[in-house]
């Protein structure tokens, strides 16, 4: 059977990479249609080498007879339009954090709890974590499974495509700025993002943490187990695309460093490259357009009982996004809508 499948935020940066992996993987469409606001309405949009989109207003658009939406418009936009494409008969998959702590939508990476897929039939909305979760949780699953995680400390280092094309702009005049001396505009970023880093992903919350930080908390204990505890400091860093992160982890049982390179190397969605000598590790620049986490600098953390401290990256608009919801429309349709 081939799908219609609907791209909701087809303009952006996490819509264009949908379009994309659609076309690489092959995915089984019998007809694509491109969406976004009426800003970008009637622009053109590539899918895969040979076909050209014209981009349709979403406002306008009747989703009855369209199987599949993936969609990324922003989290106010999915709230209005994902309800509607539901009740047409399409299952949503939504990249943005509206539907994701619903107790009636599943929050799925398929590495870790493709199970939960199932759960789909109750709004007909799926959820697609946080990109700085969806990394963090690929790289958690196999060490919970063999030792068992009491608590996570995470510092992140993500890129500035996390926030959309906009702050990318962004990032880019601002560094042009500075080197041609003229003066730096902030629109997207509260402070300045060219050589700096800002500890402020989201907005600030009652407890003090982002609301970036609470997200790779609950989101993490919704995908994985309600009773790892996880503590997150989220800082956006002046790079383009690929969030990096500092794990450290505390087991309830016996892990070590050499143990944890063994399972993580056999481990779905997982790369190893962990050399300890000059450059025997990876950055974001070197994981932009790979589909794998990459996971290096693991070692052991002598100062708490089964510690584990490692380094772990991954392309935001892929496995952070993009390429985490085709994989789980992939999951959908081999074994929901036959
Ligand atoms: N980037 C990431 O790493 C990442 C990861 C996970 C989740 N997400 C989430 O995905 C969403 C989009 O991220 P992005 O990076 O792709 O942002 P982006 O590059 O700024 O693109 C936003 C897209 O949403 C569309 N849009 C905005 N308002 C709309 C409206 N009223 N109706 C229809 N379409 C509308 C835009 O269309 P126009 O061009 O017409 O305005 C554009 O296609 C956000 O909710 C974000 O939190 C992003």
Not at 51 to 62: E, G, P
Not at 246 to 264: G, H, S, T, Y
């Amino acid at each position: 059977m081939a799908y219609k499948v609907a791209v909701v935020g087809a303009s952006g940066n996490v819509g264009r990479e949908m379009l994309k992996i659609l076309a690489d993987r092959k995915f089984p469409v019998s007809e694509v249609v491109a969406l976004a606001s009426n800003r970008t309405a009637g622009q053109k949009v590539s899918f895969g080498e040979n076909v050209v989109l014209t981009i349709q207003d979403l406002a306008l658009y009747d989703f009855t007879g369209t199987h599949i939406v993936l969609s990324s418009p922003g989290a106010a936009v999915s709230a209005e339009f994902a309800p509607r494409a539901a009740a047409a008969g399409a299952v949503v998959i939504d990249n943005t954090s509206h539907f994701r702590m619903d107790p009636d939508v599943p929050l799925v990476v398929p590495e870790v709890n493709p199970e939960a897929i199932a759960g789909y039939t109750k709004k007909r909305i799926i959820a697609n974590p946080n990109c700085s979760t969806i990394q963090l949780v690929v790289a958690l699953k196999p060490l919970h499974e063999a030792a068992t995680i009491k608590r996570v400390v995470v510092s992140t280092y993500q890129s500035v495509s996390g926030a959309g094309k906009d702050a990318m702009d962004e990032l880019f005049r601002q560094t042009r700025a500075i080197l041609v001396n003229d003066p730096i505009v902030k629109e997207q970023f509260t402070k300045q993002i060219a050589f700096n880093v800002i500890p402020h992903i989201d907005a600030f919350m009652d407890s003090g943490e982002t609301k970036e930080e609470w997200k790779m908390s609950v989101e993490t204990r919704k995908i994985l187990d309600p009773k790892i505890k996880l503590t997150a400091t989220c800082v956006r860093v002046p790079v383009f695309i690929g969030h990096a992160e500092a794990v450290n982890v505390e087991f309830e049982r016996d892990m070590d460093a050499e143990q944890a390179r063994q399972i993580l190397k056999s481990a779905p969605g997982i790369s190893v490259l962990d050399q300890r000598r000059d450059e025997g590790y990876m950055t974001p620049l070197e994981i932009s357009g790979e589909d794998s986490v990459y996971i290096s600098r693991i070692r052991d953390d002598p100062t708490v009982e089964n510690g584990l401290s490692f380094w772990c990256v991954g392309d935001n608009l892929r496995k952070g996004a993009a390429l985490n919801a085709v994989q789980i429309a992939e999951r959908l349709v081999k074994d929901y809508l036959k």
